[in-house]
């Protein structure tokens, strides 16, 4: 069973955070091999205060406080898969807070395609987009 470290950078979105967490525990088929690494700034007293509140969930949670990035997405992931070990890093996958996981079992699915894929790599090396229904901007954007 290979494992998963979720990377999510947050700012003073705890409702949202939660939601996240609770999506992934309600649809995993196998949340022991997951792994949460959530950034958030040291300036973040929102985060900061909430975190005692998180309950237990059935997977391993990180959090990773950090200064303040002006190079948001970039630096913030990169920097979590950095704080990641690498028995949590079968695969990594870049996430936000206001994510929400809706295919149940996705991550035997995932695990299941990737693996298949991979038979014909022996690097293993892949990248994958993944479709969502987040709306187009206006074009007057």
Known sequence: ????????????RPNSLVQYLESIALTAKCP???????AYD?????????I???KKYPFKIRWCKRGRSNFIN????NWLARQSSSED????????????YVTMEWDTIIESKIEEFCL?????LIGVGVKDNTPKPKPSL
């Open 74 to 77: 970039e630096d913030y992931y």
């Open 1 to 12: 069973m290979k494992t998963f470290s979720l990377l999510v950078p947050t700012r003073d």
């Open 52 to 54: 005692p509140s998180i």
């Open 89 to 100: 890093m079968d695969y990594v996958f870049a996430n936000a807070d206001d994510i929400r």
């Open 42 to 50: 040291d300036d973040d007293k929102v985060t900061s205060d909430f």
């Open 120 to 124: 014909s790599k022996p690097d293993r």
């Open 32 to 38: 022991q091999r997951l792994t949460v690494l959530i």
